[in-house]
């Protein structure tokens, strides 16, 4: 009998092609809406193997039926929804899809710090608002990137392709990190200190850390206090490490100068969040690591390692040996 694959959101036959050779494959046949719940309960009770996005919900509830489950591939880096206690215990592997989108993740994050420095937003809708009668010398003056004090705040794979960017702006390197990184030291002039020191030093302060226990909520009150205020912070790695209602504060009374944001706590968000209120904020929908390219390789990447595990091979990324 064949296995059984079922995959939360439609994805291109072309790439899970290499899947049917040996599976029975069933696919949420649409592209923008995360398959209910009920219906992944179902089918996840069928399941050798699912391929799953960051809008599923893979807890202990849905885990105690997927009797047969054996893999589930992530289709992000992180995992945080998935409850990897509930799979250890189970024997079940999760893979997620790490390297193939750190350069792309990192333009997007390089991005939102140039574009929230320069007002690139707003002078875009200035425009789009029928605005524009004249020239000024500091209409939408924003603020200088290049030899500027970036502070990264978990400098893993992400946050290092982050520092090779600022690098070629001739920016001053600050980072943060659970574990020194010595090759980033000598390879971008990278600069270790700690957590309070970052945040009282940095023109720019960017977040890359995972969300865990010991990181939500990291970015509170008290953290964009230590900032200056005329710090920018940009925010692509997940929406919980932020306290929203602080760093609203934070932006509305001028504590800090700008936010560049591409994660919320609670995704997605509608135009009433009271952060997209600010003139000062850029928002993007999750888009980090949406380039076409980098897409592609992400989905391969799981089909690949369900392709390994199910015929008895190593997994390529797993995540919980």
């Known amino acids: 009998m064949k296995p059984y694959i079922y995959i939360t959101r439609k994805l291109d036959d072309e790439i899970i092609k290499p899947l049917y050779k040996f599976a029975d494959v069933h696919m949420w046949n649409n592209e923008e809406e995360p398959v209910p719940r009920d219906i992944l309960m179902r089918e996840s009770q069928k399941a050798d193997a699912l ?5 599923d919900h893979v807890d202990d509830e849905l885990l105690k039926f997927a009797t047969n489950l054996k893999v589930i591939a992530n289709l992000a880096v992180g995992y945080d ?6 799979t250890n215990e189970r024997n079940i592997i999760v893979t997620n899809t790490p ?10 994050v390089f991005l939102l710090v140039m574009a929230s420095a320069r007002r690139l937003i ?9 605005k524009w009668t004249n020239w000024a010398p500091m209409l939408l003056a924003g603020r200088d990137v290049h030899h500027k004090t970036i502070g990264i ?10 520092a090779k960017r600022a690098k070629g702006f001739d920016m001053n390197i600050l980072y943060y ?4 990184n ?3 030291e000598t390879t971008y002039g990278a600069v270790y200190c700690d957590f309070n020191s970052l945040l009282e030093k940095s023109d720019f302060v960017v977040c890359m850390v995972p969300l865990s226990e010991s990181t939500k909520g990291l970015f509170g009150k008290e953290a964009f206090g230590k900032m200056k205020n005329t710090a920018i912070f940009v925010n692509a790695s997940r929406g919980a490490v932020v306290d929203e209602d602080a760093l609203y504060h934070a932006l509305k009374s001028g504590e800090i100068t700008a936010a560049g944001l591409d994660v919320f706590t609670e995704e997605p968000i509608s135009s009433k969040h009271p952060l997209l209120s600010l003139s000062n904020v850029t928002a993007l929908p999750h888009i980090g690591s949406a380039s076409i390219e980098t897409r592609h390789e992400m989905m391969q990447l ?12 190593k997994p390529i990324t797993p995540v919980n040996v």
């Not at 391929?51 to 809008?55: D, E, R, S």
């Not at 705040?153 to 982050?162: D, E, P």
């Not at 990190?177 to 020194?180: C, V």
């Open 302 to 313: 799981a089909v690949r390692n369900i392709s390994s595990v199910l015929q008895g091979k």
């Open 99 to 108: 390297d193939v989108l750190n350069e792309t993740t990192a333009d997007l």
């Open 51 to 55: 391929l799953t996005m960051l809008t």
């Open 182 to 184: 010595s090759k980033a």
């Open 177 to 180: 990190n659970r574990t020194r």
């Open 81 to 86: 929804n998935i409850d990897i206690n509930a």
């Open 122 to 130: 707003e002078a875009n809708q200035y425009i789009q608002d029928d």
């Open 153 to 162: 705040v978990g400098l893993g794979r992400i946050g290092q392709a982050v």
